[in-house]
């Protein structure tokens, strides 16, 4: 997505991403994004719940029109309506994937080091 928004940037339309991950949007550049604390796969809100939804959508474009700067992320101040351990139990498998399980450790070991970093 981000060779894609780059892309469109260069051809003088402008891209916003709405993430979970607001660590990958600065490494991989994306030019501006929202960055939302959403389960995957919901980052505009909760299923059904418009008003949520709404308000995300004009937070993203407000961060659309006022980011002066490459790089721009902007955390929203929307909370995802549950509780972070009943919201993980709905949409976390009880086994990882394959592809999560070998990830698991270097994704550990790289937010150690990020904390580390900040100290």
């Not at 991989?28 to 418009?50: D, K, T």
């Not at 959508?57 to 659309?64: F, G, K, N, P, S």
């Amino acid at each position: 997505m981000p060779v894609l928004a780059r892309t469109l940037e260069a051809a003088g339309l402008s891209t916003l991403f709405v993430t979970m991950m607001p660590y990958w949007a600065e490494k991989v550049g994306a030019p501006r994004s929202l960055a939302v604390e959403f389960p995957f796969g919901h980052s505009l809100g909760e299923p059904g719940n418009v008003e949520q939804q709404m308000r995300v959508i004009r937070q993203a474009l407000d961060v659309l029109e006022t980011a002066e700067n490459p790089g721009t992320i902007v955390h929203s101040d929307e909370r995802w309506p549950h509780p972070t351990d009943q919201a993980i139990k709905t949409w976390q498998p009880e086994e990882p994937s394959p592809v999560i399980a070998s990830l698991a450790p270097t994704f550990k070991e790289m937010l150690r080091k990020r904390r580390e970093k900040r100290k």
